[in-house]
């Protein structure tokens, strides 16, 4: 629908994650980061099809560690790294919507395999805990695909140094309802 609206409208197509225009716009929450944040030793990003991993890696161009967080059910960089290419994973669970395309992009797999410097996945409740946490303590809604990154290290899958500054990116906009325990 998109492509023949593109067509018709001659407006410029723009692939979600697998674009180099992409990239770099995504490349901008690195630059923020970075102008805003002294002394970052680690940034974790949830990852989907990578556009926004690529992009805040390339980035940092191996200046800082990034790691990449991942549900359990849609392994997509887990996958490609272990291949050694991209390859089709399995796309299921709560953040199916957000990050579980087929498969990484092409453009940003070379990115990951210089910049992305490990790769972890969570299970779906502790997505749903992360979630849970962010609104009972600072009132932020996300969603399950924003909030992938910051479950992964508050369910210790990624367990930071003792004097290790982390960052953890919260993106997304797919929540259009919450069911919170309160």
């Known amino acids: 629908m998109s492509d023949a609206w593109a067509v018709e409208s001659g407006a410029m197509p723009v692939h979600a ?3 180099v225009e992409t ?4 490349g901008t929450v690195g630059y923020e980061l970075d102008a805003q944040v002294d002394a970052i030793d680690t940034v974790m990003v949830s990852v989907g099809g990578g556009g926004l991993i690529g992009g805040t890696a390339a980035w940092f161009g191996g200046a800082t560690r990034v790691v990449g967080v991942e549900p359990e059910g849609a392994p997509t960089l887990t996958m ?9 994973a399995p796309t299921e669970g709560v953040a199916a919507d957000s ?4 498969r990484v992009g092409e453009l940003m797999f070379a990115i990951a395999q210089r ?4 790769v972890v996945t969570v299970p779906d409740d502790a997505i749903r805990r992360a979630q849970q946490r962010l609104w009972d303590e600072l009132r932020i809604v996300a969603e399950p695909g ?5 479950a992964g290290l508050i369910d210790g899958r990624y367990v930071p140094s003792g004097a290790e500054h982390v960052a953890v990116v919260l993106s997304g906009a797919n929540t259009v309802a919450v069911d919170f325990d309160r």
């Open 17 to 19: 994650f697998d674009q």
């Open 23 to 26: 990239l770099l716009g995504a």
């Open 80 to 88: 490609a790294l272990e291949a050694g290419r991209p390859v089709d």
């Open 99 to 102: 990050l579980a395309p087929r």
């Open 115 to 118: 910049h992305v410097d490990a």
């Open 146 to 150: 924003g909030v992938a990154a910051f």
